[in-house]
């Protein structure tokens, strides 16, 4: 403001003018004063920017939203996208004793320890059990939450409890050393990919105390893919909506950060 100021009034005190201003000041009031509104409305139309976290479903790591981080980062927003325990880059962490509650502790750190607030916090999938427990942490850095064709729990609520019965006996199958590795996870996949999951971040049970957590404004995306039925994350959106939330459509596979992720920073910037 003191410097668009001082560029706007340089012709008024030139040095020819200054004796006159001297004599008569108050013939600079209305310019002013018209100055002062125009900086004001400047102030109120810049473009304001936003800072995500995001939390990636289970199996994946934050190499999955590097697309997305850069669109969005393009706008000029702040992201950020830490993988979790044992997952994405950090697979090496990986054991049985990992849980949910590392998870949480892990998003918690990252916006304590970056200072952050008024966050947008995204989580996909999994990632939605993640959120949820973060919100229950520190409902005052976060200023929205969204929820990614996610799971949406209760207190008292595991992922595994959130699956339906064929889904539970898939990874009950698929469960190895404490970890669970689903038949698409294998060492031959090229580097980024999936890891497998540590089992008790599914088995463990979120429990939530803060009511304030209960109340950070949440929006719901179900993703749904065209010619797909039944959406196995519609009761998701349904529970949400029945919360009150905000629930938008996204035209995409369970992934669209990689088979949509125009449309998705879209929807991201628009709900906000």
């Given at each position: 403001m003191q410097h668009f100021l001082r560029c706007a009034l340089a012709p008024l005190l030139a040095a020819g003018s200054r004796a006159a201003i001297a004599r008569r000041p108050w013939v600079i009031i209305p310019g002013l004063l018209a100055l002062l509104v125009q900086a004001g409305q400047a102030q109120r139309t810049a473009p304001s920017h936003s800072t995500y976290v995001i939390v990636h479903g289970a199996w994946g790591g934050s190499w999955d939203w590097r697309v997305v981080d850069s669109l969005l980062t393009r706008q000029g927003h702040h992201v950020y996208r830490p993988s979790l325990t044992g997952l994405g880059e950090r697979v090496h962490l990986a054991s049985a004793t990992v849980g949910l509650a590392t998870h949480i502790e892990d998003v918690v750190n990252t916006i304590v320890w970056e200072d952050l607030r008024n966050v947008v916090?995204?989580?996909?999938?999994?990632?939605?059990?993640?959120?949820?427990?973060?919100?229950?942490?520190?409902?005052?850095?976060?200023?929205?939450l969204v929820y990614l064709d996610a799971f949406v729990p209760d207190s008292g609520e595991s992922t595994i409890g959130l699956l339906d019965s064929s889904g539970g006996t898939f990874i009950r199958a698929n469960v190895r050393d404490g970890l669970i590795v689903p038949p698409w996870v294998t060492e031959h996949n090229v580097i980024p990919r999936d890891v497998?999951?540590?089992?008790?971040?599914?088995?463990?049970?979120?429990?939530?105390?803060?009511?304030?957590?209960?109340?950070?404004?949440?929006?719901?995306?179900?993703?749904?893919?065209?010619?797909?039925?039944?959406?196995?994350?519609?009761?998701?959106?349904?529970?949400?909506?029945?919360?009150g939330w905000r629930v938008r459509r996204l035209s995409a596979d369970h992934v669209p950060e990689r088979s949509a992720p125009v449309p998705l920073v879209n929807l991201l910037t628009e709900v906000r």
């Open positions: 916090l995204v989580g996909h999938s999994y990632g939605g059990m993640v959120i949820t427990g973060v919100a229950d942490r520190i409902p005052d850095r976060i200023r929205r497998p999951q540590p089992l008790r971040t599914f088995t463990d049970t979120l429990r939530l105390l803060n009511p304030l957590g209960r109340k950070v404004p949440a929006v719901y995306i179900l993703t749904v893919e065209p010619g797909k039925e039944p959406d196995g994350f519609q009761r998701f959106a349904d529970r949400a909506a029945a919360r």
